[in-house]
């Protein structure tokens, strides 16, 4: 039984929903946030997953990508938010934390911060809770239901959204998130790559009612909830491959 990796977060409900009810007995699924889940990966104890891309860039050989799906966005994620207690221009020189949760969301605001707005801060990863980060630093990146949730009460004057900023500064989408395989695992891909396109087009196609389900329910909508899906994009074309390659470019740049 093929083990796949299932990260938590509301981005990715749809298609773990709709994959696990049309095939319930051919995988094993096992959670992570996106950090744990990019070491299982690694290290063999998961077949598949959808997994940060900073993983897939750094370790291109250890990895097959499963062809045309990707958690990406072309434009605001809604999702990926720094939360700042000043204007952007004022975070020079101080020390902006990260949650510890995402490699890919980290090296991005390294990029947002250093190569888009030439601000020199110090980036600090850290497991605390918003409120008490913000109570000595300026400024805290997160991500998935943590800055889904804090998004609604806007615990600071200045909320930027990541993928938004790429957006406007590039033209391209930013891919937060490949599914790939470990290569030992390659003889699976075909049929696990059918059943993720039967359950991408699926969800697709009921975002609305899948909300329902949802267990960020608890603080969004349902509208809201599929406003947010169909504002990501979980396909994997050229444009994404051009942003992917762009992003492998200012990573090497900034030295992540």
């Not at 406007?168 to 989408?173: Q, S, V, Y």
Request: glycine residues 8%; charged residues 25%.
């Amino acid at each position: 039984m093929l083990k796949i990796g299932r990260i938590p977060y509301a981005n990715l409900y749809p298609i773990y929903h709709c994959l696990e009810k049309a095939s319930s007995t051919a995988y094993e699924f096992i959670g992570g946030v996106p950090y744990e889940i990019n070491r299982l990966l690694r290290e063999g104890r998961i077949d598949i997953s959808p997994s940060s891309s900073v993983e897939y860039l750094r370790r291109p050989e250890r990895y097959l990508l499963i062809e045309g799906h990707s958690v990406s966005s072309e434009g605001p994620v809604g999702s990926i938010l720094l939360f700042s207690r000043m204007r952007l221009e004022g975070l020079d020189g101080r020390t902006v934390l990260h949650t510890s949760q995402s490699e890919t969301s980290a090296a991005l605001l390294r990029i947002v911060l250093s190569r888009f707005h030439g601000l020199r801060c110090n980036i600090e990863s850290s497991g605390l809770p918003l409120d008490e980060g913000l109570g000595t630093h300026a400024a805290y990146l997160l991500i998935g239901d943590d800055a889904l949730r804090h998004a609604r009460r806007r615990p600071t004057p200045f909320v930027y959204d990541l993928g938004d900023i790429w957006y406007r500064e590039t033209g391209l989408p930013f891919v937060f998130a490949l599914w790939m395989a470990n290569r030992g695992s390659a003889a699976a891909i075909e049929s696990f790559r059918r059943d993720l396109d039967v359950a991408k087009a699926e969800a697709l196609g009921s975002l609305p009612e899948i909300a329902e389900s949802c267990p960020a329910r608890r603080w969004l909508s349902a509208e809201e909830l599929t406003a947010y899906w169909r504002g990501l994009s979980y396909g994997f074309g050229e444009r994404h491959r051009r942003g992917l390659e762009l992003f492998n470019e200012y990573l090497k740049e900034t030295g992540v």
